[in-house]
């Protein structure tokens, strides 16, 4: 539309409107964001990170030497990234043991099939304990309880509720089965199911005290265990 000038002639010009802004054509993108997936995949990276720092500190300096600066300096985050996360040093040791042993304590709950000799039962699970336990990582926390919990009751406490209470029962009920099967001629492993583990607790002490001088060859024994437990129990 022409604009008219003072004495009613069109000047020419048109009015220039604003221009209304731009949308996106049809099947145009808009900038991406990130997926939650992603977001959430981070944040859990960053919260493994944190623990497993929390570890290598706490069998490096002991649990009240460690401090969440330390942690959050080995896990290469801020410090406040932890309190994402965690309330405090008790919340992380409780994450560790919850993490790597309690998985372990709830195959231990499930049971085998009930046609499974007891033998055969504690030989598996003492090769699950060499695979899954003394070769690995979570050795070093089995350790960590064994030092700080005397110091730390708190601990102590938290980690026989959630592991070994757990698996003192669950061994205790496979070993009377297996006595109602005929498998042990008396009840004194189920009254102490500790003889079962003692070596494999030996094994840690070893490890974290002499294997330098004179290494232990961990299967062996558990096997000669194995042989030696079951001749007394009258299998």
Not at 110 to 134: K, L, N, S, W
Not at 194 to 216: E, K, N, Y
Request: aromatic fraction near 8%.
């Amino acid at each position: 539309m022409r604009s008219i000038g003072p004495r009613g002639r069109s000047t020419g010009r048109r009015h220039l409107r604003r221009a209304p802004p731009a949308r996106p054509a049809a099947g145009g993108r808009r900038p991406a964001r990130k997926p939650a997936k992603n977001r959430v995949e981070k944040s859990e990276a960053r919260r493994q990170a944190i623990v497993t720092a929390a570890l290598e500190e706490f069998c490096a300096r002991g649990f009240a030497a460690t401090r969440l600066d330390d942690v959050a300096a080995r896990a290469g985050v801020a410090k406040g990234t932890i309190y994402l996360h965690f309330d405090d040093k008790e919340a992380l040791f409780r994450e560790i043991v919850g993490t790597m042993l309690v998985p372990l304590v709830a195959v231990l709950e499930e049971g085998p099939p009930p046609d499974v000799p007891i033998r055969t039962v504690i030989a598996h699970f003492f090769e699950m304990f060499v695979q899954e336990i003394y070769s690995t990582q979570r050795r070093n926390v089995l350790r960590l309880v064994m030092t700080e919990g005397p110091r730390f009751p708190e601990l102590a406490a938290f980690y026989y509720r959630n592991v070994v209470e757990r698996a003192i029962s669950a061994m205790r009920a496979l070993l009377a089965r297996a006595k109602e099967r005929g498998e042990l001629a008396d009840d004194t492993l189920i009254r102490f199911p500790q003889l079962i583990i003692a070596p494999a607790l030996v094994a840690i002490v070893w490890s974290g005290l002499f294997d330098r001088f004179a290494p232990l060859d961990i299967e062996a024994l558990l096997r000669a265990h194995l042989d030696t437990l079951f001749d007394g129990a009258g299998s």
